[in-house]
């Protein structure tokens, strides 16, 4: 029967996954037996566009426990997992994939820690084999950039995996902003973290919804949404092409009285040229960036609309 006030919240995010919805439950129920407590499953449509909303329909009727959020369209992961969050009523909190790459053992773990006194108990890939070499690459380059530039610190191959407390997630639910990078704002938040190490597996099914566009984005919206430092580089450029600019006039100045006047070089000129313009429309495109966030929040519209719960 379901219990109004379980103990564990499992928030899955869906996006076209009718194949994996089964062999998941499967393993969850299986993993969830050693634990002495109640606890909901809590899924996500995220406008899945197969047959994903009809397996879980079925699934909430065959199991007390499985909750269903059906997103009115396709907002994206981050929506989605905000939208389980928000629906979660558990004691802790653990989003997972439902693409089982992530192992569900590990939520055993997560519960001993909690019961150690953490609040946050992430899990940390250790071996990421399973990953392209170009994405292992791009991970790395990202993990070191954002944190070199930003005040909020990402833990290196942490994901949305993790265990939260409830008051964790009820300060997660007070941060207003629509465009949401979770990493960025699960660290924000702070509070007693512990780590549990863990190896990667491959999807066991389907192929994964992100590609190589949607995770530049991705990681241009976390560098944007923790960092003022790409504006902020733009005057240390701009001062030292002043500079340089200056030093260059005052030669071509000294050349001109001591020798005369020569002829100009059409070359270095339109070299000149198509560089600083080149750098003015870098800049330009950095701070539209930022002007098109403040643009989309400013508008105060919700992060997902819920069509139907069941």
């Not at 241009?220 to 030093?247: C, E, M």
């Amino acid at each position: 029967m379901k219990n109004s006030n379980p103990f564990l919240s499992i928030v899955v995010p869906c996006y076209n996954e009718e194949d994996v919805i089964d062999i998941f439950l499967n393993k969850i129920f299986s993993v969830l037996a050693y634990i002495d407590e109640d606890f909901e499953i809590v899924f996500v449509n995220d406008g899945s566009r197969d047959s994903t909303l009809s397996v879980l329909k079925e699934k909430s009727k065959e199991y007390g426990n499985v909750r269903v959020i059906n997103l009115s369209r396709n907002f994206g992961k981050e929506a989605a997992l905000t939208a389980g969050l928000d629906a979660s009523k558990g004691e802790v909190v653990v989003p997972i994939d439902v693409d089982l790459q992530d192992p569900p053992e590990l939520i055993l773990d997560f519960i001993k820690k909690y019961k150690e006194g953490y609040d946050v108990v992430v899990g940390k890939r250790v071996d990421r084999t399973t990953d392209s070499t170009a994405k292992r690459i791009s991970a790395e380059f990202f993990y070191k950039i954002h944190n070199k530039i930003s005040d909020i610190e990402i833990p290196h191959n942490v994901g949305d995996y993790r265990l939260m407390s409830r008051r964790v997630v009820n300060e997660l639910k007070k941060l207003p902003e629509s465009q949401r990078f979770m990493k960025g704002l699960f660290a924000w938040l702070g509070f007693k973290t512990a780590v549990v190490e863990y190896k990667r597996d491959a999807r066991i099914a389907g192929d994964s919804s992100f590609n190589g566009w949607k995770l530049w984005n991705f990681a241009l919206d976390g560098i944007t949404s923790f960092s003022t430092a790409p504006l902020r580089v733009w005057l240390y450029i701009g001062l030292g092409l002043a500079f340089i600019s200056f030093v260059y006039g005052s030669w071509i100045i000294l050349k001109t009285l001591l020798f005369g006047a020569d002829t100009p070089g059409y070359a270095s000129m339109i070299t000149v040229v198509l560089f600083l313009g080149g750098i003015q429309l870098m800049g330009i495109g950095i701070l539209g960036e930022y002007i098109g966030r403040i643009y989309v929040e400013s508008k105060n519209r919700p992060i997902y609309i819920v069509e139907d719960e069941y």
